[in-house]
């Protein structure tokens, strides 16, 4: 079984800065790409940004410029988020995703879902 475990979460004022890590353990093989949503109360979650394997990112237009998603090269299932100049509108629970993970058990790649962290960010 896949397990994805997130921190770094957290309490910041306007202005601040955090770091999220998320950590993939079990049998996989490989993954495509790992990347960070977020989802507020009363919204559907989004993409806030994704790292492939051979290391290209992708941002919501929100993050550009202040946040940096990056891949550990000595942990390969690793993933952070930088997270700068944070605004009360980042407040959310934020969660690691990694996406066409392939494992012994299965034939199709399957995605994975943290637990998710929560991220506020007070005026």
């Known amino acids: 079984q896949v397990q994805l475990v997130e921190s770094g979460g957290g309490l910041v004022q306007a202005g601040g800065s955090l770091r999220l890590s998320c950590a993939a353990s079990g049998s996989i093989l490989s993954i495509n790409a790992m990347g960070w949503y977020r989802q507020a109360p009363g919204k559907q979650r989004e993409l806030v940004g994704v790292?492939?394997?051979?290391?290209?990112?992708?941002y919501a237009d929100s993050a550009k410029g202040r946040f940096t998603i990056s891949r550990d090269n000595g942990k390969k299932n690793t993933v952070y988020l930088q997270m700068n100049s944070l605004k009360p509108e980042d407040t959310a629970v934020y969660y690691c995703?990694?996406?066409?993970?392939?494992?012994?058990?299965?034939?199709?790649?399957?995605?994975?879902w943290g637990q998710g962290t929560q991220v506020t960010v007070s005026s």
């Open positions: 995703n990694a996406a066409g993970v392939i494992t012994p058990m299965y034939i199709l790649p399957r995605d994975y």
């Open positions: 790292v492939s394997t051979g290391g290209s990112t992708s």
